[in-house]
């Protein structure tokens, strides 16, 4: 045993002396310290065979033997890869080579709109809530002045559940949700995701984002309304931003009001995004209906409020100059990244 030992140290030290490359390392690597089949392994199963003396010496020959070559061989790994890295034995790092890029994120636009415009209302006093995207009928029509047979009801189609649930088409059901929660005064606004039985296209989407925005107390008018909604325009779109509010009809609201900005790309010349027209349209608005408060168990001879609903990808599109709203959800990186 002790001859084998002397000879398999011998055969070890010339063939490591002659080793250039990492490869060549392992293929010795193998060959002595391999767990199956290398030498110091198969001697030491040969043990087995010695009887209990010898088998203690020539154990511990074995052990001293692995340990040079174990070190020699890291020794040579060093040498070869060039490094001193404790893990050289093993597999050499090569530090030079790039490293993994870790990917940072970011906000994507439709969170950065979100963000700021929920920010302009909350320095004016406002409180951010949010509903359910599953509602319930009452919530989505009845509650909101829309009866059944109604025929604005269609402007508000949406995708129908079971037992009456329905995902709901706009956010205007979170202000009767949270004025049977509380009493006023009232000041919230109220993002959110909504959907609509449309087809898909540049300006169309089955599921889009709204923020919905309801100011209820005692001796609220339209005044009010315009005031809030014209200092939120100008922070956002600037101050030189013009406004104006043409009559319309919500079922939820009356009057009702459009309210349309100069147009931010032309500055009110007239171009293709506004259709020459100078104006954008940004948000649907008006004064809540009587039977709105009443079904938020308000008393509309003693309060009165003011409520809007805008489209947050309109506003992102028009804010961004992006002319096509499925590019906010086909996850595109080179698209998102640009927001970075
Ligand atoms: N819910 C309306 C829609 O989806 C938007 C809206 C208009 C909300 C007027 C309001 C409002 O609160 O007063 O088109």
Known sequence: ???????????????ISKVSSIEQLEEIRVKYLGRKEGLI????????????????????????????????????????????S?????????????GIKRELGHAHPLTIVFDEICGLFVEMGFRVVEGPEIETEYYNFEALNIPLEHPSREAFDTFYLEN???LRSHTSPVQVRFMEESRPPVQIVVPGRVYRPD????????????????????????????G??????????????????????????????????????????????????????????????????????????VYSGFAFGMGVERIAMLKYGIDDIRLFFENDTRFVRQFS
């Open 1 to 15: 045993m002790k001859q084998k030992l002397l000879q398999i140290e011998k055969e070890f030290e010339c063939e």
């Open 41 to 84: 392994t198969i001697v030491f199963k040969d043990l087995a065979k010695l009887g209990a003396d010898e088998k203690a010496q020539s154990g511990k020959l074995i052990n001293e033997l692995k340990q040079k070559i174990t070190q020699a061989f890291e020794h040579k790994a060093i040498q070869v890869s060039g490094k001193t």
């Open 86 to 98: 404790a893990k050289a034995g093993k597999a050499a790092i090569d530090v030079s080579l790039p």
């Open 164 to 166: 009456k649930f329905l």
């Open 199 to 226: 087809a898909t296209d540049a300006s169309h989407s089955y599921m889009f984002h709204q923020i919905e925005g309801l100011l209820i107390d005692k001796g609220i008018t339209f005044a009010h309304l315009k």
């Open 228 to 301: 809030v909604l014209t200092v939120f325009a100008k922070k956002l779109f600037g101050e030189k931003t013009k406004m104006r509010f043409r009559p319309h009809f919500f079922p939820f609201t009356e009057p009702s009001a459009e309210m349309d900005v100069s147009c931010i790309i032309c500055s009110g010349k007239g171009c293709s995004v506004c259709k020459q027209s100078g104006w954008l349209e940004i948000l649907g608005s008006g004064m809540v209906h009587p039977n709105v408060l009443k079904a938020g168990g308000i008393n509309s001879k």
